[in-house]
């Protein structure tokens, strides 16, 4: 099993930056891709970036050129560094792990609230 941890969250103005983290632990060495998702009220949970083992990095459209995902090996945590946030970031954000055979873990979920 993997446990996740995120903290990071919180009330920030347009225009300005937050930075997530994503701590791992248990079966880390399982892990294929860590990644980020959120979900606004009313609306269904999206992807909004994800990190393989190998570094590859994908991003959703949306936030390309505002948000990087990152990790420290070394710590077995994630990163999601926001910048330029707007109102519509406004969500919980929830780290994943994706294992083998579609295990997936989720953290309990932190909020990022946006104000305009």
């Known amino acids: 099993q993997v446990q996740l941890v995120e903290s990071g969250g919180g009330l920030v103005q347009a225009g300005g930056s937050l930075r997530l983290s994503c701590a791992a632990s248990g079966s880390i060495w399982s892990i294929n891709v860590m990644a980020w998702y959120r979900q606004a009220p009313g609306k269904q949970r999206e992807l909004v970036a994800g990190?393989?083992?190998?570094?590859?990095?994908n991003y959703a459209d949306s936030v390309k050129g505002r948000f990087t995902i990152s990790r420290d090996m070394a710590k077995n945590t994630v990163y999601l560094q926001m910048n330029n946030l707007k109102p519509e970031d406004t969500a919980v954000y929830y780290c994943?792990?994706?294992?083998?055979?579609?295990?997936?873990?989720w953290g309990q979920g932190t909020q990022v609230t946006v104000s305009s």
């Open positions: 994943n792990a994706d294992l083998p055979y579609r295990e997936q873990y």
């Open positions: 990190i393989t083992t190998g570094g590859r990095t």
